[in-house]
């Protein structure tokens, strides 16, 4: 049974800086397109950033330049490093997996931006 665990969220001050990891277990790791997406009380869950087993990356627009996803293929996991962290940046954080046919979830991890 293939499982995502996110890890690293938490309480940070607006301009600080958070390292989101995911670990998967149970699935060919570098045969999936990794993402990270949030979701923010009364939003819709939105695509942060994406990147595919090669390594190639895409972001959403209001991240770009702060966010940076990377993975490590030999350790089965995801990275989000989110640098110069805003108020707007507050939602519960997941982990996505997908191939074609199989795509898996994790729980969230929490992110909040507060003074």
């Known amino acids: 049974q293939a499982q995502l665990v996110e890890s690293g969220g938490g309480l940070v001050q607006p301009g600080g800086s958070l390292r989101l990891s995911c670990a998967a277990s149970?699935?060919?790791?570098?045969?999936?397109?990794m993402a990270w997406y949030r979701q923010a009380p009364g939003k819709q869950r939105e695509l942060v950033a994406q990147?595919?087993?090669?390594?190639?990356?895409n972001y959403l627009s209001t991240v770009k330049g702060r966010f940076t996803i990377s993975r490590d293929n030999a350790k089965n996991t995801v990275y989000l490093q989110m640098n110069s962290l805003k108020p707007e940046d507050t939602a519960l954080y997941y982990c996505?997996?997908?191939?074609?046919?199989?795509?898996?979830w994790g729980q969230g991890t929490q992110v909040t931006v507060s003074s």
């Open positions: 996505h997996a997908q191939q074609v046919f199989n795509a898996y």
């Open positions: 149970g699935l060919v790791f570098d045969t999936y397109l």
């Open positions: 990147i595919t087993s090669g390594g190639d990356t």
